[in-house]
């Protein structure tokens, strides 16, 4: 199990790290890298033709202001992409968020929030799931206790009101 997680920007580490952390939980090898679509062109592709071939399933990728990251990586593989819009703009994310949703036909990249990248942690894990039995039961299990406190929380409030 091996998932990419590439970001933009040294500032959009703070905001991918917990996709890394839950990543590495699940017990997902996660290859990590800095390299801009517009000032490391050469070396994003490079990369991206090695994912294409050394068992990577998933590809995240976080970026802001233009967010033009995700969509040149998706033109690079058939592999899934996950974007992540990072807020940072005057616009707070939200030009990221358009540009990263925005894809022409037949490129396309799954978008979560902005400064989601815990979702795109979970989706990556999803799209692994469909294969691995293993971390489709732990997603299950999870969701489970999810459910658990959200009902000891609302047995919480409505026992004080």
């Known amino acids: 199990m091996k998932v990419a997680v590439i970001m933009g920007s040294k500032s959009d580490l703070l905001k991918v790290e917990p996709a890394i952390t839950i990543l590495k939980d699940y017990g997902v090898t996660v290859d990590v890298r800095c390299l801009s679509a517009h000032r490391a062109h050469g070396p994003l592709a490079?990369?991206?033709e090695e994912a294409n071939g050394n068992g990577t399933e998933v590809i995240i990728a976080a970026a802001g202001m233009a967010a033009a990251l995700p969509g040149v990586v998706a033109s690079m593989t058939v592999l899934p992409v996950i974007g992540v819009p990072i807020?940072?703009?005057?616009?707070?994310?939200?030009?990221?968020l358009l540009s990263i949703a925005q894809m022409p036909p037949g490129i396309p990249v799954a978008t979560v929030?902005?400064?989601?990248?815990?979702?795109?942690?979970?989706?990556?894990?999803?799209?692994?799931?469909?294969?691995n039995?293993?971390?489709?039961?732990?997603?299950?299990a999870e969701r489970v206790k999810m459910e658990e406190d959200a009902l000891a929380t609302n047995n919480e409030i409505s026992t004080k009101y």
């Open 46 to 48: 490079n990369f991206i």
């Open 87 to 96: 807020s940072g703009s005057v616009l707070d994310g939200v030009d990221a």
């Open 113 to 131: 929030a902005i400064n989601g990248a815990k979702n795109a942690a979970y989706l990556a894990l999803q799209i692994i799931g469909v294969k």
């Open 133 to 140: 039995e293993e971390v489709r039961q732990k997603l299950l």
